[in-house]
């Protein structure tokens, strides 16, 4: 959600046969055409180009984060910066570059020795494994361990909370309970995978899905050994296929990554692992973070949605800070969704009288401006991804100004011509989007909607609107949230959210519990669609049906400014995270 990993999509990057087909457009702010050439103390070099190349190893590097992880379960993690630094301890199939630039979003192989063998009706994919390759503990990495990973997926009564693509391109009949209630012996009876031998494991999809190697690049499509599983206390104690392994874990406080020697790095052509330690500090206090970003005793803040009010104020000022500052696009839209099954946002009228009444320029300011903080949201599509169109402002958000007349005569439509009371639901650790839910709150009560905020614990977001049982309970009418694209496509970024076949009970994302079977039609059409052009108009059509149900109210299409401290290495924007590739790191001045 506010950090689905999810990866951010660049426009017209698909994956319809080979692995590494891609493309990228975008606008006058889109990271295309990236360098390895040195770039150092140049505001946004990381953007573009690698700040400090080097190859040189040890030292201790200093991440920090204004939360803990959702789960460092792989197949529950479900933050972006999450699966950023899952790349450090679970290897795929597939993985994404370790490049800047738009070779970045090409997919390689990993833990496969190759590409895939696809049938000639694109729905049988057969992957070889390296050889070499070992879990932490020394014991070989083997498909029946890949294959068990993926059955995880599949039990979201024990392990919910993250992507569960899998399940319907695997299992649509939702046959298959997971390993947890497997009755094969060797608890791998899921029978659309199959692995005739250890270094052989073959996927038979349901149906045509051109995007699924992006799929496979999820961490939740990594190898668990079954003998090490626990279950919901999984991500306490992964196992690692990567460079590092995790040695202690404080929930809420502390992890600390060290070297995994049995890892091979002739076997990984994507990891730096340059490091010999890694540490994350957890904190709540946002400004105190920034501060040890700026005074150096903090390398980088994981979350990567931007410092805040006062440290950005001091970098944009000082050409020093600034010369070690970034703004990338992330590729998320921060937004309010509506729920229509809590009074009255079951109407449709009540939805658009709070898009109405909103102050589009007041809530790009509560996330930082226009600088800072993104361009004035108008629809639900982020600008760099394919079928995306900007311009497309079904209601006039990109004036900047409320509409407060439209606004009473939708709440006169829906019967609350005085207006209502409502709950806006917000996460208690993300300043920003505290500062959104105040502003959001501020326009609604001119038209006479009285909406009382709720604070949560943001690492509970699976269980707290991520389960629409309790938002019903509670009564959340609106929720602050944020989202970027599970792979890089129309799909990969809108699926989740709009598609009624992805409402869960822990860990939702489909927040306004949209069920229509138009919308989940145009998404099958897509997935079998290898024509760009055609696939862009599908994603065109879904966000047209999406807003003219007025069930998402965006922010902005989203920047961050993010301070790294100058002693790091390799530093670069990732365009699949729209964040710095964590395991490309290294420091100097050991």
Same mark, same amino acid.
């Given at each position: 959600?506010?950090?689905?990993?999810?990866?951010?999509?660049?426009?017209?990057?698909?994956?319809?046969?080979? /692995?590494?087909?891609?493309?990228?457009?975008?606008?006058?702010?889109?990271?295309?055409?990236?360098?390895?050439?040195?770039?150092?103390?140049?505001?946004? #070099?990381?953007?573009?180009?690698?700040?400090?190349?080097?190859?040189?190893?040890?030292?201790?590097?200093?991440?920090?984060?204004?939360?803990?992880?959702?789960?460092?379960?792989?197949?529950?993690?479900?933050?972006?910066?999450?699966?950023?630094?899952?790349?450090?301890?679970?290897?795929? /199939? !597939?993985?994404?570059?370790?490049?800047? %630039?738009?070779?970045?979003?090409?997919?390689?192989?990993?833990?496969?020795?190759?590409?895939?063998?696809?049938?000639?009706?694109?729905?049988?994919?057969?992957?070889?494994?390296?050889?070499?390759?070992?879990?932490?503990?020394?014991?070989?990495?083997?498909? &029946?361990?890949?294959?068990?990973?993926?059955?995880?997926?599949?039990?979201?009564?024990?392990?919910?909370?993250?992507?569960?693509?899998?399940?319907? /391109?695997?299992?649509?009949?939702?046959?298959?309970?997971?390993?947890?209630?497997?009755?094969?012996? $060797?608890?791998?009876?899921?029978?659309?995978?199959?692995?005739?031998?250890?270094?052989?494991?073959?996927?038979?999809?349901?149906?045509?899905?051109?995007?699924?190697?992006?799929?496979?690049?999820?961490?939740?499509?990594?190898?668990?050994?079954? &003998?090490? @599983?626990?279950?919901?206390?999984?991500?306490?104690?992964? #196992?690692?296929? %990567?460079?590092?392994?995790?040695?202690?874990?404080?929930?809420?406080?502390?992890?600390?990554?060290?070297? *995994?020697?049995?890892?091979?790095?002739?076997?990984?052509?994507?990891?730096?692992?340059?490091?010999?330690?890694?540490?994350?500090?957890?904190?709540?206090?946002?400004?105190?973070?920034?501060?040890?970003?700026?005074?150096?005793?903090?390398?980088?803040?994981?979350?990567?949605?931007?410092?805040?009010?006062?440290?950005?104020?001091?970098?944009?000022?000082?050409? *020093?800070?600034?010369?070690?500052?970034?703004?990338?696009?992330?590729?998320?839209?921060?937004?309010?969704?509506?729920?229509?099954?809590?009074?009255?946002?079951?109407?449709?009228?009540?939805? &658009?009288? !709070?898009?109405?009444?909103?102050?589009?320029?007041?809530?790009?300011?509560?996330?930082?401006?226009?600088?800072?903080? %993104?361009?004035?949201?108008? $629809?639900?599509?982020?600008? *760099?991804?394919?079928?995306?169109?900007?311009?497309?402002?079904?209601?006039?958000?990109?004036?900047?100004?409320?509409?407060?007349?439209?606004?009473?005569?939708?709440?006169?439509?829906?019967?609350?011509?005085?207006?209502?009371?409502?709950?806006?639901?917000?996460?208690?650790? +993300?300043?920003?989007?505290?500062?959104?839910?105040?502003?959001?709150?501020?326009?609604?009560?001119?038209?006479?909607?009285?909406? &009382?905020?709720?604070?949560?614990?943001? #690492?509970?977001?699976?269980?707290?609107?991520?389960?629409?049982?309790?938002?019903?309970? +509670?009564?959340?009418?609106?929720?602050?949230?944020?989202?970027?694209?599970?792979?890089?496509? %129309?799909?990969?970024?809108?699926?989740?959210?709009?598609?009624?076949?992805?409402?869960?009970?822990?860990?939702?994302?489909?927040?306004?519990?949209?069920?229509?079977?138009?919308?989940?039609?145009?998404?099958?059409?897509?997935? #079998?669609?290898? @024509?760009?052009?055609?696939?862009?108009?599908?994603?065109?059509?879904?966000?047209?049906?999406?807003?003219?149900?007025?069930?998402?109210?965006?922010?902005?299409?989203?920047?961050?400014?993010?301070?790294?401290?100058?002693?790091?290495?390799?530093?670069?924007?990732?365009?699949?995270?729209?964040? !710095?590739?964590?395991?490309?790191?290294? !420091?100097?001045?050991?």
């Amino acid at each position: 959600m506010a950090s689905k990993a999810r990866v951010v999509a660049v426009a017209g990057l698909t994956v319809a046969v080979g /692995l590494t087909t891609a493309a990228c457009g975008g606008g006058s702010d889109s990271k295309n055409g990236g360098t390895s050439s040195t770039a150092k103390g140049t505001y946004n #070099a990381a953007t573009t180009s690698v700040v400090n190349p080097s190859t040189a190893k040890g030292g201790t590097l200093e991440l920090w984060s204004a939360q803990d992880a959702d789960s460092w379960d792989p197949v529950r993690g479900y933050y972006a910066f999450v699966w950023d630094l899952n790349r450090l301890y679970t290897r795929k /199939l !597939v993985d994404y570059s370790g490049a800047v %630039g738009k070779d970045g979003l090409k997919l390689q192989p990993d833990l496969a020795s190759a590409e895939p063998e696809i049938s000639a009706d694109k729905k049988t994919y057969t992957f070889k494994l390296k050889p070499g390759i070992k879990f932490d503990d020394g014991t070989p990495i083997t498909s &029946k361990d890949i294959k068990y990973g993926v059955e995880r997926v599949f039990a979201q009564d024990v392990v919910p909370g993250g992507p569960v693509y899998l399940i319907d /391109l695997l299992d649509p009949k939702h046959e298959y309970k997971g390993p947890y209630k497997d009755t094969d012996p $060797n608890k791998l009876g899921l029978k659309a995978v199959e692995t005739p031998d250890d270094s052989t494991i073959v996927f038979h999809l349901a149906k045509q899905f051109a995007d699924f190697p992006y799929i496979l690049a999820m961490p939740g499509s990594g190898p668990v050994p079954q &003998k090490r @599983d626990t279950g919901a206390q999984y991500g306490k104690k992964p #196992a690692s296929s %990567g460079p590092y392994m995790i040695q202690s874990y404080d929930p809420g406080k502390s992890v600390k990554w060290v070297r *995994n020697p049995n890892w091979d790095q002739s076997t990984d052509t994507i990891r730096k692992a340059l490091p010999d330690a890694i540490n994350l500090t957890i904190t709540t206090n946002a400004d105190d973070l920034d501060s040890r970003l700026i005074a150096g005793t903090a390398d980088l803040d994981v979350g990567q949605t931007g410092v805040q009010a006062a440290a950005r104020a001091k970098i944009l000022q000082d050409p *020093n800070l600034r010369a070690n500052a970034d703004t990338p696009i992330t590729g998320f839209i921060r937004y309010a969704a509506m729920s229509q099954k809590v009074a009255p946002f079951d109407n449709v009228e009540c939805r &658009k009288a !709070v898009m109405y009444a909103s102050d589009p320029t007041a809530l790009q300011a509560a996330r930082g401006g226009p600088v800072a903080g %993104g361009d004035i949201g108008t $629809n639900m599509l982020p600008p *760099n991804i394919g079928g995306a169109d900007p311009s497309y402002d079904p209601y006039g958000r990109a004036q900047g100004k409320p509409q407060p007349d439209k606004a009473k005569a939708a709440l006169q439509a829906c019967g609350k011509p005085n207006g209502f009371d409502t709950v806006i639901a917000v996460r208690n650790n +993300k300043p920003a989007e505290i500062k959104t839910a105040e502003a959001l709150q501020a326009s609604l009560k001119t038209v006479g909607i009285n909406a &009382k905020i709720d604070q949560y614990d943001g #690492a509970q977001i699976a269980s707290v609107v991520g389960s629409p049982d309790n938002v019903h309970k +509670k009564g959340y009418g609106i929720m602050i949230a944020g989202w970027g694209a599970d792979w890089p496509s %129309g799909t990969g970024y809108l699926q989740a959210l709009v598609d009624g076949r992805f409402i869960l009970p822990n860990g939702n994302f489909n927040l306004p519990e949209i069920n229509d079977p138009a919308i989940n039609g145009l998404f099958d059409q897509a997935a #079998a669609e290898t @024509d760009l052009t055609k696939a862009y108009g599908l994603y065109s059509q879904i966000n047209t049906k999406v807003m003219e149900g007025a069930y998402y109210l965006p922010f902005v299409f989203d920047k961050a400014l993010n301070y790294r401290n100058p002693r790091l290495t390799n530093v670069y924007i990732h365009d699949a995270f729209g964040m !710095v590739d964590f395991q490309a790191l290294g !420091v100097s001045g050991k």
